[in-house]
C-alpha cells in the first residue's frame, strides 16, 4: 500500500473516472510540487487553455496545471486577503476564475458544480485567514 500522507489519493478519488484519466498529467504535475506538510483539501477536473486540467487547493496554496503536451501550463497562488475568486455556474457546468494581483487564471467546463461551490468557499475561507 502506497502512503498518502498528503491525502492526494482520497481526493483523486474523488473524480469521476473520465476526470481521473483525462488529467493524469496535471495531477502528477501537481503532486510532485507537494511538500512534506501539505495536505490537499480539495480537487476540480476541468479545462484551462483547451486542455484538461486540475485545480488542487491545499492547506498552504492552489495549483492550477494543464495536460498540454511537453510543457503543462502551471500556476500557483498563494492565500491573502487580495486572492479573488469567482465562480459561474448553472445546473450543469461550472467555471472558476482566481485572481490575484495581476494574474489571472479560469477553469472552465467543471462537471461538478457543487464540489466548485464548496472549493470556492473553503479557498475564500483560506484567504481570509491569512494576514
Same mark, same amino acid.
Given at each position: 500500500?502506497?502512503?498518502? #500522507? @498528503?491525502?492526494?489519493?482520497?481526493?483523486?478519488?474523488?473524480?469521476?473516472? &473520465? !476526470?481521473? #484519466?483525462?488529467? &493524469?498529467?496535471?495531477?502528477?504535475?501537481?503532486?510532485?510540487?507537494?511538500? !512534506? !506538510?501539505?495536505?490537499?483539501?480539495?480537487?476540480?477536473?476541468?479545462?484551462?487553455?483547451?486542455?484538461?486540467?486540475?485545480?488542487?487547493?491545499? @492547506? $498552504? /496554496?492552489? *495549483?492550477? &496545471? @494543464?495536460?498540454? /503536451?511537453?510543457?503543462?501550463?502551471?500556476?500557483?497562488?498563494?492565500? $491573502?486577503?487580495?486572492?479573488?475568486?469567482?465562480?459561474?455556474?448553472?445546473?450543469?457546468?461550472? $467555471?472558476? +476564475?482566481?485572481?490575484?494581483?495581476?494574474? *489571472?487564471?479560469?477553469?472552465?467546463?467543471? $462537471?461538478?458544480?457543487?464540489?466548485?461551490?464548496?472549493?470556492?468557499?473553503?479557498? /475564500?475561507?483560506?484567504?481570509? +485567514?491569512?494576514?
Amino acid at each position: 500500500v502506497t502512503p498518502d #500522507e @498528503n491525502g492526494l489519493s482520497a481526493a483523486v478519488d474523488q473524480l469521476r473516472p &473520465a !476526470e481521473r #484519466e483525462l488529467c &493524469a498529467v496535471p495531477i502528477g504535475v501537481c503532486g510532485a510540487l507537494l511538500g !512534506e !506538510e501539505e495536505v490537499v483539501l480539495g480537487l476540480l477536473a476541468g479545462h484551462l487553455m483547451g486542455h484538461a486540467s486540475v485545480l488542487m487547493v491545499t @492547506n $498552504s /496554496r492552489i *495549483l492550477v &496545471a @494543464n495536460a498540454r /503536451r511537453w510543457k503543462p501550463l502551471l500556476d500557483q497562488f498563494l492565500p $491573502s486577503p487580495e486572492l479573488i475568486v469567482h465562480l459561474r455556474h448553472d445546473r450543469d457546468v461550472a $467555471s472558476l +476564475t482566481i485572481v490575484q494581483g495581476q494574474r *489571472l487564471t479560469t477553469l472552465d467546463g467543471i $462537471s461538478d458544480v457543487a464540489g466548485a461551490m464548496e472549493l470556492t468557499e473553503r479557498i /475564500r475561507r483560506l484567504a481570509a +485567514t491569512i494576514h
